[in-house]
Each structure stands twice: as C-alpha cells, then as structure tokens.
C-alpha cells in the first residue's frame, strides 16, 4: 500500500475573474477535468467581476504524479453560462494548465485568459493556482461502498406529484422494516435478500508489493445494504477460501412502482473484499433487472440477480494495470432476491416477528452453492493421477443419507451434467426461502457434494460417512468408452531438435489427472516420429445429448512439452482437437462381450501444434485416431462406493478360562501347571497384546500426522504454485515492458546513429562547399583581375586609335570647309546671275505657296488629332464619372446601412435628421454633376462653332458643293458622338445630351434631303 507521506493532492484553486459581460439571468460554472476525472463550482452570478472562491483537489501518489508529468497530462478547465431557468449551457472559453507547474511550495494566483473565448470584445481571464499538498486524510472508510450518484430517474404518471429526490429508505424501528416512499404509497411488503455464495482466484488481487499483516490476516466481505454495513464471516486462505454462504435480508415496505424507481435511482450494489482496513477489490452488482418495466414477475415468484462477477482492484485505470485473462480473474458468486412477503407458506409460517434493527444476517448451507464452489476449485485443480485409467464413473448421480419426502421431486435431466453456475444460482433461489432456523446436516451435505458432481477423484468428501454408499445411475445413461491414441508428430518447422512429450487431460471422462506420453522422445526437421505409450481409454457412463453438447463446447487441448535435463520443462504449443469430429462419422456396428449390440465410430486426422508464444506459427503436425464405442444403456442401477482409508481393526482379546482345581489325589505337580505360573504367562500376554494395541494406535496417530502433514504440503505447494504463477504472469508483463522499451530504445538508437551520419554528412558536404566556394571566389577574383588589365590596354589602344582619326578628320574638315567656302561663293555667283530671270521668280512664289499649303495640312492633321484625342479624353472622363458615380452610390448605400444597424435603437428624430442631411447630400451630388454636364456642353459648343453653322445653313449659296460634304461630315460627327455616349452606359435615350444630338441628327438629315 502507499504510504500516508506518499499520498499527495492537487489543487486548483480558481478564485475570481474579470472582464466578463454582465449577464444578470445567468451563471457562471468552471468545470475541471484530470486524468478522467471531472470537478465543478458552484455557480455564481455572470457579472463582471465573478468570484468563484473554490478549490478542485485530486487524490494521487507520487508515482502517479511522475507518470502523468513525464506524459505531459494537461488539467483543463472549461468555463460555462448557465441558464437555470432552462438549465441550458453556453460553453465560453477553457484554460489548460501544465501540471509541471505545480510545485508543493505555496505560488502566488495568476490570471489565466479564455481561449476560444465566445465574448470576442471581452478579454476574459481567470485567476487560478495550482499547487500540491500532501493528503494527511487518515483513509479509514476508504473500503465502504460509496453512494451511487442520483439519477434523474422518471417517475410514472400514477407518482406524477412524487419528486424522484424523496425516495429514500428510513428505518422504522418500531415495525422493524425500511419504508421507501410516502406512507400514503407504501401498501406491500418486500424482503430483499443479498447472498455470497463462493469466490475463486482471490490472490490475483493481491499485488506483489503489498504487505499483509504479520499475523495471519483475515479476509471478509463488506456491502452496504440500505444503509446498513454488512460483513460476512472472514476466512484467512485466498488460494481455497472456506467459508459459508451467507445471507443478509432487509425487510422493506414499498410498492411496486416507487421500489422500480429507487432501484433505477441507486441501480448498483457495491461489494467489497477486504483486509482490516483496506480494500482489496470491488465490484458491482446491477440492480435494475430486479424490477423491469412492464414485468409482474414479482408476484409469482423471487426475482433474482446472480452470477459470478469479476473483482477489480483499486485504481485500475490509474495504475494502468495489464487486464488479468479470464481463467485467472478473480471473481465472487453474489445472489440479490426481492420477493413480497408471504409468498413461501413454510416461510411465513416459521417466520418469527422481526427484529428491531430489521436487518438479519443469518449462514445458510447452500447446497447447490457449495456444489458451484467446488466446482469452480476442482476446475483449476489437478487431481491424483490413478495408473487404472479405465473407470466407470457415472455423470449423474444422486445420495441421501436419509429416506426422501413423497414431496420430493427427481432431478430434471437437463441438470444432469456437472453443475454450472446458472444451475447453482436456480438451486440457491430455492435455498433461500428457507427459514433461518433449517439447518441442514453437515454430514449429509459433506456425503451428497462429491455425488453431485460426478468424479471420483473428488469423493474424499464423501470419505468421512459410512463406507457402504451407494450412487444412483439414471435410467438414461449409456456406457461409453473413448479412447485416443497420439500416434506420431511429423512436419517440424523450428530450426532446433526438440526432446518432446505430449499432455492433456479432459475433466469430462472422470478424471482431471493429467494424461502424458512416456518417455520424451526426440525430432528433428522432415521426420516422422511415432510416440510411446500413447494410447488412452476411458469407460463412463453419461446420457448421449450431455456427450454431444460437451464436445461441441469442449475441446481436447494437446500440450507439446520439451523436457531438458539442464533446465525445466517449457510449453512449446498447443494443439486443439476439436472431439465434436467423431460424432459425424460412420457407425459401425459390433457385439459385446455379452452378445448385445454396440456403435463405434472412429475418426483419424492431422491437426497443427501452434505456438503459445509470440506469433502464433505452426511448430509441427499431430496425427491421432481417436474411437467412441457406445455399450447402450448402463446395466448397474446403484454403485458401492467403499472407504479407501480403512482403520486396523481392534484385537479381539479372548477371557481366560479358569483352570480347574487339582485333583487331591495328585501329590507332584509340574512347574508349568502351577497357579503362579499360569497368572504370570497371562501377565505376560496381555503385556504384549497391549503393546500391540499401543503400536497399532501409534501406527495410526502416525498416518493421521502424515496425512494432516501431507494435506499441509500440498495445500503449501498449491499457494506456492499460486504465487509462482502469479509472479510469472507479472515477470511476463514486465518482460514484456521491458522488450518493447528496448526495442524503442534500439529504435531510438537506430535514429540517433542514423541522425549522427546525416549530420556528419551534412558537416562534410558544407565543408566542401564552402571550399568550392571559396576556390571559386578566388579564381572569379584572378579572372576579375585579369580581365582589367586586359580592358585597360585595349581602352589605351583604343585611345591611341582615336587620337588619330581625330587628327585625320581635322584635317579632312579643314579641307571640306575650304572646299564649301569655294562652292559658297560659286553658289552666290550664280543666284545673282538667274535671279534676273522671270520664270524664278515665279518658281519661287510656287514654293512658298507649296509651303504655306504643307503647313496648314500639318495644322488640319493636328486639329483632327486633338479632336480625336479630346473625344477619346471625353468618353474616359464619362466613364471615369460613371464610375465615380457607381462607388460613390455603393459607398452611400453601405454608409446608410451601417448607419441604421449602429442608429437602430436612437429616437426617431435622430434618424429622420440623418434622412434629410442625406438627401440634401445626394441632391446636391446631382447639382454638381449636371453642372459638370452643362460645362462639358458648352465646351463642345465652344470648340465646334463652324459645324453649328454648317447645321443651320448660313454659308453662302456659291458653295453648294461644300457645304454638301459639310453636312456629311457633321452628320457623321454627330452619329459618332452619340454611339460614344450610349457606350459608356451612362446615358441613355431619355437623357437631354442625347435627345440633343438625336435632334440635331434629324435636322442634318432633314437639310440633306432638302438639298437633294
């Protein structure tokens, strides 16, 4: 157990917090979770400033502690808004906190904001510390069943005004019952029983670092039974526990429907093994199938829960204990019965008023329970191995060490198999409506136990009654012999010989010995080995239904055992035969020994020995041939049964005659037939007949010492085998923890050297690619170099090279300017002599006039240009208007809808004042774009006026022909100008531009046509 210093508690205190909206019709709750384990405030006010002024603690050791720190367990604390007139939650935000931070010496609080927090304008925080303190709880009620929490059970309509809270039991002292419910309500009575029949495997709750008491400790039961603590009588061997079935009953007053709910309310009994003050294991019995809905069970007859449940040690989860296999689990046969009262007659007739604290515990020898303890023992027993193994034991059988009631019926036969732990639990029921006051004979029982169960080996039992027993054979049963024989193992797959034996035993055939093949025989890869002394036959007797269920259920397990004389024995594998097989074969049919006609059916194959360890591979084939003979039905109605442990029979000792008188006439009588001698012969006789006696009753003190010597040993030898297994099974899980922690540590090694070449690696190959670098910068650096020396002699032979074409074009300019200065002067010559001469003059009034038409079409060209230009300026700007006037009204609209979402609840002035202010903004927009328009038009006005005149026909009459392509033009001008407009998508055929220019196009047309 851990020490008391040991023992720690971590607590979180969470004190207050800030910044949280005010919320006046909710609560505010922190719920905490650890390692499974779920904590909560108390709810307090959704203020701004809430204080919760609470501490969260957890019990845990220090290993606990250890583990949860190296695996970073996070404690996680979620805050939630309650509503508690709809008892909805609103998660808000959580906060993880690292249990490393936890430290045993005292920390100042810190302020812990909300992550995911639901108020995103609040920044929301919390002041918790977490700090651990050693538990100084002296832990003695730390075994007692703890209440189940209260559940919201569903009252029914006819209990529609009873809250689910008030259905409690109370003691009535006075009328020595518990009254669950109103008074009102509770018409009927109940007794309600709990029985602890048997328990197996109670040493694997043992663990092995724990110390029991010096002495010899006490093991015993505990449950809390409507509030009252109930224990049983202890015993002190876990391996074999001994002791009675005992039964607690309560007597209730209730009805129905309110006992329905309460068992729904407190749906579990927890029942408790324990030592002194500790608990060792616990489990639960459900209680809600005692009463179904709908069910009226009840008023027929008990109604029981029962069975055998499994025992869980403390913490499990915590402890993170490997799960025990089902063979080896510890469990408890537990029997819960609720009946109305009266209903057994002989019950109520021998029922005495009740007792005033109304609980009474009372032993019942069960004897369908003790049959299941036994059973249950024998299963994982061996037997004494007998050298006959043809017995013919019988499967059903039945004695009474006195004569039978007419009342008492036979036993169905369907529970004439060995008895099971629903048979036991039926039988039990029964039991239990027995009166406190029947006791059975514990002889009786001690004789009938080993009849009821059908094996001989356990009939020692039965060895303390009279030897001339007699054990009855139903009717029904059929004489079988079945008889296997292993007959070679072949087709071997592990890479070793193997020095091999092969075991099995089958409970079923009368005996649990073990049956093995002699002597250990050696094989080798591709060969074929035949075993010795492998044939085996059984005779018993059972009925042929219970021999098929028992096949089909069962099969024959073959163990493969390699016997070394350096070490022990080791389990290689186990072959399953499946003996259902036989069944479907063909039946042959011959003659007894006594003429009368017999079945046998045989069934030979080859089945695979697997491995019990690791993967689960074929280790070698096993060829059998396996025979069932039926001799029909059993002749022999009743079997003796005789004592094997005989005491020496007592000496007969013989009275010793007188001898007669002497005769008078003798005179001289012999030495030999004197008185004195005779007296002293039978002296010595009896001397010697009572050391007989005495040696004869040393004899036997002798052989009971070394029978009660004997049954110490083994009773020694099987805890020892008990512990043994135990701590191998441990061993097993720990080698097992073991293995994988190195194979995660060769892992890590593997990674470790694989991360150690990739760095070095990574070392060399920077380091040759910084030397490449640097090898290439240098060889860049002398390339560099070179190349500017180069440059620099071929700019100086380029310098030299133009030094002297500038020497050579000097000296051809010089010449060209002589030369030009020559023809200059020739030139003026000449212009003097042909300016005389009319025809140039008139050749020279044609150039100028040439040039002046070249300069006004290069004004016409940049006019249209500009025209061009402008027309393509103009439609941007309509467009760029547009469009300014699109977002202008998109960001008018989203101002105005986000002014009415933020204006929502002002006063309706308010809201009418913005209206207006923004109507007279929208207004006055409009103003300045009309005027805009209005400039834009009196700039085209400006810029065209010759095409207005040419549109009103005020040019002169002589130039029809022009005015004509005027009027195309202009025509065509105003087309253009009106398509451009409509393109934007700014205007459109109601506006006053266009009906403008469309005016103006219909006077153009209008004139055109007059003129033709």
């Given at each position: ?18 910044h ?40 845990i ?57 639901k ?32 559940r ?12 689910p ?26 007794i309600m029983?709990?029985?602890i029949?048997?328990?197996?495997q109670?040493?694997?709750l ?22 009252n603590d ?9 391996i074999?526990?001994?002791f ?45 199938g ?23 040690p403390p913490?499990?989860?915590?402890q993170k204990?490997a ?24 019950a ?15 032993n019942?020898?069960?004897l ?6 036994i ?25 009474h ?5 007419p009342?008492e019926s036979?036993?169905p ?6 008895p099971?732990?629903d ?8 039991s239990?409506?027995?009166d ?13 136990v080993?009849a ?21 054979v ?59 002394q ?10 042929p239904?219970?021999?098929?269920d ?10 493969l055992?390699h016997?070394d ?21 063909e039946?042959t049919?011959f003659?007894?020994?006594n ?7 045989t ?5 695979p020995?697997?491995?019990?360890q690791?993967?689960?591979?074929r ?18 109605r009743?079997i003796f ?21 002497p ?20 002296l010595?006789?009896?001397?010697e ?7 004869n ?45 190195l ?26 690619e ?18 500017c020396?180069h ?10 090279q ?9 000296q051809?300019?010089n ?8 023809l200059?002067?020739e ?8 300016s005389?001469k ?10 100028l ?6 300069e006004?079409?290069?004004?016409l ?9 402008y ?6 700007a ?34 009418a004042?913005?209206?207006?202010d923004t ?6 927009e ?8 209005n ?9 065209y ?14 130039h029809?022909s ?7 033009d ?43």
């Amino acid at each position: 157990m851990v020490s008391k210093s040991d023992q720690l508690l971590i607590v979180v205190s969470i004190l207050e917090g800030r910044h949280f909206p005010k919320r006046p019709k909710h609560m505010l709750i922190v719920e905490a979770k650890f390692d499974g384990e779920q904590l909560a405030t108390d709810p307090v006010d959704h203020t701004d400033q809430p204080e919760f002024a609470t501490e969260l603690a957890w019990e845990i050791d220090r290993k606990a502690l250890h583990q949860h720190r190296l695996q970073r367990t996070p404690i996680k604390l979620q805050c939630f808004a309650l509503d508690p007139s709809t008892s909805a939650r609103e998660t808000i935000g959580y906060v993880v906190l690292d249990l490393r931070t936890a430290q045993e010496t005292k920390q100042a609080p810190k302020w812990y904001q909300l992550l995911s927090n639901k108020y995103t304008k609040f920044k929301s925080e919390i002041q918790i510390s977490i700090a651990l303190e050693t538990d100084t709880k002296a832990p003695v009620d730390s075994f007692k069943a703890k209440g189940a929490p209260p559940r919201d059970g569903k009252v029914p309509a006819s209990l529609s005004g009873l809250d689910p809270k008030d259905i409690v039991a109370v003691l009535n002292e006075e009328g020595g019952y518990h009254q669950i419910g109103p008074a009102g309500y509770c018409t009927d009575f109940f007794i309600m029983s709990v029985t602890i029949a048997f328990a197996t495997q109670l040493e694997q709750l043992i663990p092995c670092t724990m110390k029991l008491p010096e002495r010899q400790p006490e093991f015993f039961f505990y449950y809390s039974l409507l509030g009252n603590d109930v224990t049983n009588e202890p015993f002190s061997d876990l391996i074999n526990p001994n002791f009675e079935p005992e039964r607690a009953s309560v007597r209730i007053r209730s009805s129905i429907e309110i006992l329905r709910v309460y068992l729904t309310l407190h749906s579990k009994l927890q029942i408790h093994l324990c030592c002194g003050d500790q608990s060792l294991g616990s489990t639960e019995i459900p209680l809600t199938g005692l009463l179904k809905k709908g069910s009226t069970e009840i008023n027929h007859r008990p109604v029981t829960v029962e069975g055998a449940f499994t025992l869980d040690p403390p913490n499990r989860a915590k402890q993170k204990l490997a799960p025990i296999p089902v063979e080896l689990a510890p469990t408890v046969g537990v029997s819960v019965a609720l009946q109305r009262e009266g209903m057994d007659a002989q019950a109520s007739s021998n029922a005495p008023s009740p007792p005033p604290a109304s609980l009474i515990c009372h032993n019942v020898a069960l004897l369908c329970i003790a049959l299941s303890l036994i059973e249950l023992k024998t299963q994982n027993e061996h037997e004494p191995h007998h050298s006959k193994k043809r017995v013919l034991t019988p499967i059903k059988e039945n004695t009474h060490t006195g004569p039978q009631s007419p009342s008492e019926s036979p036993v169905p036969p369907h529970n004439q198999s060995p008895p099971t732990k629903d048979d036991a639990t039926e039988s039990e029921v029964e039991s239990l409506l027995y009166d406190k006051d029947t006791k059975l004979n514990p002889k009786a029982i001690s004789s009938s136990v080993p009849a009821l169960l059908a094996k001989p080996v356990t009939t020692s039992i039965a060895s303390e009654t009279a030897s001339g027993q007699k054990i009855a054979v139903p009717a029904t049963s059929h004489h079988f012999c079945f008889s296997i024989d292993l007959r070679s193992i072949h087709d071997l797959e592990v890479g070793f010989p193997i020095n091999c034996i092969l075991r099995y035993s089958y409970p079923f055939f009368g005996s649990a010995a073990p049956i093995m093949t002699n002597p250990p025989v050696e094989v080798r890869k591709n060969m074929e080995v035949f075993l010795p002394q492998s044939y085996c036959a059984f005779d018993f007797a059972t009925l042929p239904h219970q021999l098929q269920d028992t096949f089909l259920r069962i099969p024959l397990l073959v163990e493969l055992w390699h016997k070394d004389k350096m070490s022990k024995d080791l389990l290689l594998g186990i072959a399953r035969i499946q003996l259902s097989n036989i069944l479907s074969s063909e039946k042959t049919r011959f003659l007894g020994s006594n003429g009368e006609q017999c079945w046998r059916q045989t069934f030979s194959e080859s089945v695979p020995i697997v491995a019990t360890q690791g993967s689960n591979n074929r280790i070698v084939d096993l060829s059998y041939t396996v025979t069932l003979e039926d001799y029909g039905l059993v002749k022999m109605r009743e079997i003796f049964v005789s004592d094997s442990s005989q005491g020496l029979s007592a000496v007969q000792q013989k009275p010793s005659s007188v001898p007669p008188a002497p005769c008078p006439s003798e005179i001289q009588t012999e030495p030999r037939e004197t008185l004195e001698y005779k007296a002293a012969l039978e002296l010595e006789m009896w001397k010697e007949m009572q050391e007989d006696i005495f040696e004869n009753q040393l004899k036997q003190k002798e052989l009971a010492h070394m029978q009660a010597l004997a049954e110490e040993w083994k009773k020694r030898d099987r805890e020892r085998e008990s512990l043994v297994k135990k701590k191998v099974a441990e061993y097993t899980i720990l080698e097992g923890k073991l293995q994988k922690t190195l194979i995660d540590l060769e892992k890590r090694e593997q990674q470790l050297a694989i991360a150690e070449s990739e760095l070095q690696r990574e070392r060399r190959e920077l380091k040759s690619e910084r030397e490449r670098n640097l090898q290439e910068l240098q060889d860049s650096i002398r390339r560099a170099k070179e190349d500017c020396v180069h440059q620099v002699e071929l700019e100086r032979l380029k310098m030299k090279q133009l030094e002297e074409d500038k020497h050579r074009l000097q000296q051809q300019l010089n010449d060209a300017e002589n030369k030009y200065k020559t023809l200059e002067k020739e030139f003026h010559q000449f212009k003097d002599q042909q300016s005389s001469k009319p025809e140039i003059r008139l050749q020279s009034e044609i150039n100028l006039l040439t040039l002046e038409k070249v300069e006004l079409e290069r004004k016409l060209e940049s006019a249209t240009k500009s025209k061009l230009h402008y027309k393509q300026q103009w439609g941007r700007a309509l467009k760029e208007l547009a469009r300014l006037k699109q977002r202008e009204q998109e960001s008018q609209m989203a101002r105005l809808k986000k002014q009415q979402e933020e204006l929502e609840q002002m006063r309706l002035r308010y809201l009418a004042a913005e209206e207006k202010d923004t109507v007279k903004t929208e207004r006055q927009e409009l103003l300045d774009i009309r005027n805009e328009l209005n400039r834009l038009r009196q700039q085209e006005q400006k810029q065209y006026p010759d095409s207005r005149e040419i549109a009103s026909g005020k040019m002169d009459g002589p130039h029809g022909s022009a005015l004509e392509e005027g009027l195309d033009d202009y025509l065509t001008r105003l087309i253009e100008e009106r398509d451009t407009l409509m393109r934007t998508g700014v205007y459109n055929h109601e506006d006053r531009i266009i009906s403008e220019l469309d005016r103006q196009i219909r006077e153009v047309l209008a004139k055109n046509n007059a003129s033709n």
